[in-house]
């Protein structure tokens, strides 16, 4: 089976750090752009970060710029989002996203073939 698997969600206090995983399932990573989105209650989902498939390239939502960092590992098949400084307006189910093609601003997809699950992350006191 073809699919993104998110994990390293949880609880954790103001201040605190995660790190997120995305693996890939059935499939290889290395020609893919990955992004990361979230999604609060009642908002709309939000691009968080993305890299390009060599790595080269990543983007940062200016909410998160200097506080998270993406990376990957394609002998592992998976990519990884460190999150410091917390907050809790970064709770939110995060998601991870594979694109292949059509890659816009270096590593955003403009669509995406494979989307994950899902992993909550909860930012609280």
């Known amino acids: 089976q073809l699919q993104l698997v998110e994990s390293g969600g949880g609880l954790v206090q103001p201040g605190g750090s995660l790190r997120l995983s995305c693996a890939a399932s059935?499939?290889?990573?290395?020609?893919?752009?990955i992004s990361w989105f979230r999604q609060a209650p009642g908002k709309e989902r939000e691009g968080v970060s993305c890299i390009s498939s060599s790595g080269v390239s990543t983007n940062y939502a200016d909410s998160v710029k200097g506080r998270f960092t993406i990376s990957r590992d394609n002998a592992k098949n998976t990519v990884y989002l460190q999150m410091n400084s917390l907050r809790p307006e970064d709770t939110a189910v995060y998601y991870c996203g594979a694109a292949q093609n059509r890659i816009i601003a270096g590593c955003w997809g403009s669509e995406y073939d494979y989307w994950g699950q899902g992993t909550q992350v909860t930012v609280s006191s």
């Open positions: 059935g499939f290889t990573l290395d020609y893919y752009a």
